[in-house]
């Protein structure tokens, strides 16, 4: 029988259904003619099921014919989307998509600008036969500044033919190189957040003043912030020092990156130890020009604290003249909430009082007070008036150094002025005894007139 067409087969098909209907063998016309059927109906069964073999193998070779050779293809990577910075693992379904078997099947991935391959570049895989799959992982890193867009990698695929030839057995055939290509997506994305906050000094305390707030804002995304603004909104007992602000500008936080923002601010006076909660609000414009509004808080601790008051100042002598020595003291208060460790106090006076101006007075508890003594001399130059001096108190709060400024007068009064106020009952022990005297010389003129 020579060879026979698709068509033909379906031809001859159809002839020998029809014939073997009306059992009527006589006027089968068709190349199966060659086959030499004889000997009536019972030949015709046969004659029907190796047609509708030939059918089954002319089905069967189709695919072959369309695509005879190996075919090494990758149908899905899994995912394609990646963001600057990531490293990420890929699944590759990789195919044969073709009619013979593939041995020995080398992937060399390219290098590509901003994505590359963690570990080796080349994979192997050591046969898939023919319309067979095979997954296969690789890990793929983007770069920390990459930009938005599609970024492909080429691999080229070396590997052999396998197929069975009836003269010689199995052979394997190189195939020529191929290039396949994959492509991920970049998109970046910003995420903007408060990393941590510091205060300067390290514990803050009621009435005080410029207390230095830092806010670092880290952005944690792969896509860097423009245009970025924090603003802070205080609430009492924490307002706006006059040598400050609440908000602060930077251009630009890159991607994977910090800004310290810096703020300052003021706390009233008789505010309460405790924690406090001070919203933020964050706003920049992302990679996509798009304007952002974050909404944060930060928490302020407003720690206890001993706190100090200067009582009425007293002098030895009583009243200070220019060219004389005198020792002052000075009541010092913890009116505070803690106790206080290591108190010691300088006088910082005009430079018309000389001599020793620092005291040291150990501890001083909630409610107790300690004398601070200074032993000065007010300078021949000085003029009766009033100094205004100031008493700087320095403690030390566990491994913190803290301090304070109170203010006090001190008085100068000329030498005259000093007299009468070192001799306060002159002038009533002289009206004394003059009106004793009257009253004696009054007593002998009437007597005398009487003798």
């Not at 073999?53 to 990758?74: E, T």
């Not at 867009?149 to 003269?167: H, K, L, M, R, W």
Request: with cysteine.
């Amino acid at each position: 029988m020579g060879e026979m067409t698709l068509k033909e087969i379906f031809d001859a098909m159809a002839e020998i259904y029809t014939h073997v209907s009306n059992k009527d063998i006589g006027k089968i016309k068709s190349p199966l003619d060659s086959l030499q059927i004889k000997g009536g109906e019972k030949q015709i069964i046969p004659l029907f099921i190796i047609a509708v073999l030939l059918f089954v193998a002319a089905a069967w070779v189709a695919p072959s014919s369309a695509a005879a050779n190996a075919n090494i293809v990758i149908t899905e990577v899994t995912p394609t989307d990646l963001s600057p910075g990531d490293i990420k693992e890929v699944t590759l379904i990789v195919k044969n998509q073709g009619g013979g078997d593939a041995r020995h099947i080398t992937m060399n991935f390219q290098n590509s600008d901003h994505i590359s391959l963690i570990g080796s570049s080349t994979v192997y895989i050591s046969s898939l036969n023919a319309w067979c799959s095979k997954e296969i992982s690789i890990t793929i890193k983007a770069e920390d500044e990459i930009t938005e867009g599609a970024y492909a990698i080429p691999i080229v695929v070396t590997f052999d033919e396998y197929y069975f030839n009836a003269s010689v057995g199995y052979v394997t055939t190189p195939m020529p190189p191929t290039t396949i290509t994959i492509v991920f997506n970049v998109e970046g994305t910003t995420t903007l957040d408060v990393a941590d906050v510091s205060t300067d000094p390290f514990e803050l305390r009621e009435d005080s003043e410029n207390n230095n707030i830092t806010v670092l804002i880290e952005n944690s995304g792969s896509a860097k912030a423009r245009s970025v603004s924090l603003r802070m909104d205080p609430h009492s007992p924490f307002v706006e020092a006059y040598s400050g602000s609440t908000s602060d500008f930077t251009e630009e936080i890159e991607a994977r990156s910090s800004h310290s923002f810096v703020f300052a601010l003021d706390i009233e006076d008789g505010a309460e130890e405790g924690s406090y909660t001070t919203p933020l609000t964050i706003e920049y414009i992302g990679e996509d020009a798009h304007k952002f509004s974050l909404k944060k808080s930060i928490t302020l601790k407003i720690s206890s604290q001993a706190d100090f008051l200067v009582g009425e100042v007293t002098t030895e002598p009583a009243v200070i003249t220019r060219g004389k020595t005198f020792r002052m003291n000075v009541p010092v208060k913890n009116i505070g909430n803690k106790n206080a460790e290591s108190v010691k106090v300088i006088l910082k006076t005009k430079s018309y009082f000389t001599g020793a101006k620092t005291d040291y007075l150990g501890g001083i508890k909630v409610g107790s007070r300690k004398i601070a003594t200074f032993e000065l001399e007010a300078d021949r130059d000085t003029i009766p008036d009033n100094y205004e001096n100031d008493l700087k108190i320095i403690w030390t709060d566990g491994d913190e150094r803290l301090e304070t400024i109170k203010s006090f007068r001190l008085v100068v009064v000329s030498e005259e002025r000093a007299g009468e106020s070192l001799n306060p009952g002159f002038i009533p022990l002289a009206g004394v005894g003059l009106l004793i005297a009257l009253v004696i010389g009054a007593f002998i003129y009437f007597k005398k007139r009487k003798g």
